[in-house]
């Protein structure tokens, strides 16, 4: 049973530092990994999505990466925002139906 | 320019009163889907239908039935509303195409009293 993992479930960080959010997944045979934004009381955001055949995606500050053979992916942000400060959740696609495994989310507070 | 519109935003009830939460699309997806969302944990998946093709999860309280009368909107109901209903729940929509992500709306967040 594939099981979607994100840790630290909070991290805090200063204003302008790049960072790391990190999603590990047990089952390498995935379809596809999607990392999404959830602001406070709002809904999902879809921010990248990478193809099993994909090694990474980017956009602006934003880049994830994916190694499915340990069963790990990253989503790095550059030069932290306090705009940024959001809840971030990963989600794996098993194959080509339309059903998620998603994590339970890293909190992220940017300080100013 | 709401792609995925989730009427109402906040929704009160009381226990055991049949409540109704919908949602409306206006780009023309094939899928659509429900999903509950409990603070601090990932949504979890009710329902989805592709075109009219309802899809149950396994897991899913007979509590809790979902309509698509058209392509462009979605409700969700729960006919007896129990203290473990109260969440965020979240409709989103996609394409037929698995590499293609998947839109959401902003939520109803559910209080039952």
């Known amino acids: 049973k594939q099981e979607v993992t994100q840790i630290p479930a909070a991290l805090s960080v200063p204003e302008g530092e790049n960072l790391v959010l990190n999603c590990s997944f047990t089952d390498s045979a995935i379809y596809n990994l999607q990392w999404f934004r959830q602001d406070p009381g709002k809904g999902l955001t879809s921010l990248l999505l990478i193809q099993s055949s994909q090694r990474e995606q980017t956009s602006g500050r934003l880049n994830a990466s994916l190694d499915k053979s340990s069963g790990r992916s990253t989503l790095y942000i550059a030069a932290s925002q306090p705009g940024d400060s959001a809840t971030y959740l990963c989600a794996v696609s098993l194959d080509s139906n339309y059903q998620l495994i998603w994590g339970a989310g890293t909190k992220l507070i940017i300080k100013p | 320019d709401a792609m995925v519109i989730q009427n109402p935003r906040y929704q009160v009830t009381q226990f055991g009163k049949p409540v109704t939460l919908s949602c409306s699309q206006t780009?023309?997806?094939?899928?659509m889907y429900w999903y509950q969302q409990k603070s601090s944990q990932a949504p979890k998946l009710l329902f989805h239908?592709?075109?009219?093709?309802?899809?149950n999860e396994a897991d899913t309280p007979d509590n809790f039935q979902s309509r698509r009368p058209n392509t462009s909107f979605c409700f969700l109901d729960i006919r007896s509303p129990g203290l473990g209903d109260a969440a965020m729940y979240l409709c989103?929509?996609?394409?037929?195409?698995?590499?293609?992500?998947?839109?959401f709306g902003d939520g109803t967040r559910l209080s039952i009293l």
């Open positions: 780009l023309n997806h094939n899928v």
């Open positions: 239908y592709y075109d009219k093709d309802f899809n």
């Open positions: 989103a929509t996609s394409t037929l195409n698995s590499n293609q992500p998947q839109h």
